[in-house]
T-cell receptor, first 115, second 115 residues
Framework: AQSVTQLDSQVPVFEEAPVELRCNYS??????LFWYVQYPNQGLQLLLK??????LVESINGFEAEFNKSQTSFHLRKPSVHISDTAEYFC?????????????FGTGTLLAVQP | GAGVSQSPRYKVAKRGQDVALRCDPI?????LFWYQQALGQGPEFLTY????????KSGLPSDRFFAERPEGSVSTLKIQRTQQEDSAVYLC???FGTGSSYEQYFGPGTRLTVT
């Protein structure tokens, strides 16, 4: 079984400041890791994913996440946030094999960017 | 192209009523998932279809919940004798392939309120 922990329910940050959203996972099998973003009144969108290879993955809008197997973490970072980054961010894990490969989500972190 | 659509977007039901929630996945997507997202929580897996076959229904909370995808395209989630604890956003997601390396595309969700 897999589980995901996002310890921070809300992260307030000023515009142009750096931010880190923390994600830790637990699994007895190999996993794929994902970050999804949910903007106000919109559906979930994939932000970035780690499948294999380089442990550092990047999104098109400046976010990056690093897979750390020894610490079972997949923290999301951005060096300089914008007001438009205000959204709920969900970390998710999926088994890399099996019949279903459903996503197991954390409880989410609200990133609140202030001017 | 069109994304995943869900209808209705909002549903208010009196306790004890039956409801039916519809999901139109992206055309050609083999895999279809239903998730339940309670207020302040991350989405939780309900059930999974591969084409018309329901391969995993381990997340359905009770026998009042029933899902079908008879022709391998549109899916319906039915909840019988709704209870207040059923109030949540119900998300549908579709995926092109069967492996978890493929991205899950989410619909906007149906917000169900049971009064």
């Amino acid at each position: 079984a897999q589980s995901v922990t996002q310890l921070d329910s809300q992260v307030p940050v000023f515009e142009e400041a750096p931010v880190e959203l923390r994600c830790n996972y637990s699994s007895s099998v190999s996993v794929y890791l994902f970050w999804y973003v949910q903007y106000p009144n919109q559906g979930l969108q994939l932000l970035l994913k780690y499948l294999s290879g380089s442990t550092l993955v990047e999104s098109i809008n400046g976010f990056e996440a690093e897979f750390n197997k020894s610490q079972t973490s997949f923290h999301l970072r951005k060096p300089s946030v914008h007001i438009s980054d205000t959204a709920e961010y969900f970390c998710a894990v999926s088994g890399s094999g099996g019949a279903t490969n459903k996503l197991i989500f954390g409880t989410g972190t609200l990133l609140a960017v202030q001017p | 192209g069109a994304g995943v659509s869900q209808s209705p977007r909002y549903k208010v039901a009196k306790r004890g009523q039956d409801v039916a929630l519809r999901c139109d996945p992206i055309s050609g997507h083999v895999s279809l998932f239903w998730y339940q997202q309670a207020l302040g929580q991350g989405p939780e897996f309900l059930t999974y279809f591969q084409n018309e076959a329901q391969l995993d229904k381990s997340g359905l909370p009770s026998d009042r919940f029933f899902a079908e995808r008879p022709e391998g395209s549109v899916s319906t989630l039915k909840i019988q004798r709704t209870q207040q604890e059923d109030s949540a956003v119900y998300l549908c997601a579709s995926r092109f392939g069967t492996g978890s390396s493929y991205e899950q595309y989410f619909g906007p969700g149906t917000r169900l309120t049971v009064t």
